[in-house]
């Protein structure tokens, strides 16, 4: 085997809890015809679908709760983590999804139908302990699909219309790294946007970010130009954090023995205006 591909397995024993997107293979307990499924998300249970066995075709879920524990010192017990969807059928509730999840074990699941209110228990199927280095989300209708891994310069927008674009990260940086998805609203206009992470080239001290913002107008993803203000301290998008209450985006890296964080606002056009760079203790 390939030892780029052998180092990235061995780098993906703790896969459940290190890659950002999470993938649930449940098959029904309590049904004369049992049925097994697939329920892609985010580690917050957000961009989530679900996919039945056998079928091309997959359902828009809706995140109605999501709830996770924190670690205690008293008995260090592991996170867990509990997600509720509804199930969307042409815009309509068709039923509900729950699950539990702790210590990257699934303990319980379900299914309420929504015409009959009847309950199906869910399990986690053999194959959830399978590595998959695709991933999947769906995002405003958009199914997007990329790796975790580093190996590939390219991911996937597929639109309801259609239309299918591959668009090249715009930075590959450290080679041999996990991939970081994040799902979050990078412009502040209420819709979600996705962004891609990787570890800087050099030391690995920070991470080096792409952003697609989401146009509501045109139902496109369009990329995020990197901010080119002579003033900043730091070039590109670093270690991206944002400030939903004030609508600010932070970028931050190290040059020298200085740590650095560069402040922006989003102006009219998307385009990310310099406010200043402040030294980062």
């Not at 999840?101 to 209110?117: F, L, Q």
């Not at 190996?151 to 597929?158: L, R, V």
Request: charged letters at 20%; aromatic letters at 12%; a positive charge.
């Amino acid at each position: 085997m390939n030892p780029k591909i052998i180092k990235l397995l061995l780098g993906a024993i703790l896969f459940t809890l290190n890659v950002s997107a999470k993938t649930f293979r449940l098959t029904s307990t309590s049904s004369a015809k049992p049925f097994s499924l697939q329920i892609n998300c985010t580690p917050e249970g957000k961009a989530a679908f679900v996919q039945y066995q056998g079928q091309q075709s997959f359902m828009p879920l809706r995140l109605k709760k999501f709830t996770k524990s924190v670690l205690t010192n008293s008995n260090q017990q592991p996170e867990s983590y509990h997600y509720q969807w509804d199930e969307l059928l042409n815009g309509q509730i068709n039923g509900t999804y729950a699950i539990t999840e702790h210590a990257g074990r699934i303990t319980e699941a379900s299914y309420v139908r929504n015409s009959d209110g009847k309950r199906f228990n869910l399990v986690a199927a053999s194959k959830n302990a399978t590595l998959d280095q695709r991933q999947q989300y769906l995002l405003h209708g958009v199914l997007i699909t990329f790796t975790w891994t580093s190996i590939d310069d390219q991911f996937k927008f597929s639109y309801p219309d259609g239309k299918i674009i591959t668009p090249r990260y715009l930075s590959l940086d450290a080679p041999d790294q996990e991939r970081t998805c994040y799902i979050k609203d990078y412009n502040f206009d209420g819709y979600d946007d996705l962004a891609f992470s990787l570890p800087d080239a050099g030391m690995g001290v920070y991470h080096t970010f792409n952003i697609w913002l989401y146009n509501p107008g045109t139902k496109r993803f369009e990329p995020l130009k990197e901010p080119t203000d002579a003033r900043a301290k730091c070039s590109g998008l670093c270690d991206v954090t944002l400030n939903p209450r004030q609508k600010l985006i932070y970028t931050a890296c190290r040059g020298g023995a200085r740590w650095w964080q560069e402040v922006y606002r989003m102006g009219k056009n998307n385009e990310l205006v310099w406010l200043r760079s402040e030294e980062k203790k």
